[in-house]
C-alpha cells in the first residue's frame, strides 16, 4: 500500500530519485513530481477552485480544477484521475499538455518544488467537490481570469499564473 502523505522526489529529467514525507518535501523545497488538471466545458470557461480553508499550503487561494503527486510507482494520468475523482467527484477525459519546473515560497515556511504535468479534460456538468480539499468552485471565462489575475494575484495559488499560461491555447 503506498503511502498518500509522500511525494515522488525527482532529479532535473523528471527521473524518480526517491521518496520524501509530503511536509518534509515542502519545508525543504526538495524537487518532486505533481500534476495540474484545467477542465473547460462547452462554452471554453474554466472550472477553478477555491483550496479548502484546511489545506497545509496555499488555503482558501484560487487554483486549476485539480492538482496533485502521484504516488510512487502510480502512472502521472491515472493519479491524475485519481485525484480529479476524489477533489472534485467526478472523472473525464484527460489529454496531456505539456509540463514545467517551478519554485515558489507557499508561506508558513513552506516551498513548493516541482516538476507539473499539466492535462486539459472537458466537462460541462456540474462537481460535487470534497469539502476537505475544496472550500468553492466556478466556471470561468479565460479573459476573467486573466483579468483577475492582473487585479489581484494573490487570490491565487503560486503554480496557478505559470500553469494557466501554459496551457491556455490549449482550451
Known amino acids: 500500500m503506498h503511502n498518500i502523505n509522500q511525494v515522488v522526489l525527482v532529479n532535473e529529467l523528471d527521473q ?4 520524501a514525507e509530503k511536509i518534509d518535501a515542502h519545508t525543504r523545497g526538495l524537487l518532486h513530481r505533481a500534476f495540474s488538471i484545467f477542465v473547460v466545458n462547452d462554452e471554453r470557461e474554466v472550472l477553478l477552485q477555491r483550496r479548502a480553508a ?7 487561494r484560487w487554483a486549476n480544477t485539480c492538482c496533485g503527486h502521484p504516488l510512487q510507482d502510480e502512472q502521472i494520468e491515472a493519479a491524475a484521475h485519481r485525484r480529479l475523482r476524489e477533489e472534485m467527484g467526478f472523472d473525464c477525459a484527460l489529454r496531456w499538455a505539456g509540463v514545467f519546473r517551478y519554485r515558489a515560497d507557499v508561506g508558513q515556511g513552506l516551498i513548493e518544488h516541482e516538476i507539473d504535468h ?7 456538468d ?12 466556478m466556471y470561468t471565462s479565460i479573459a476573467s481570469i486573466e483579468q483577475r489575475l492582473s487585479d489581484s494575484p494573490d487570490e491565487f495559488a503560486a503554480w496557478f499564473r505559470s500553469a494557466f499560461e501554459r496551457v491556455r491555447d490549449h482550451f
Open 16 to 19: 524518480t530519485v526517491g521518496i
Open 54 to 60: 484546511g489545506k497545509y499550503h496555499s488555503a482558501s
Open 118 to 124: 499539466l492535462f486539459i479534460g472537458s466537462f460541462s
Open 126 to 137: 456540474t462537481p460535487t467537490p470534497n469539502p476537505g480539499e475544496v472550500s468553492e468552485w
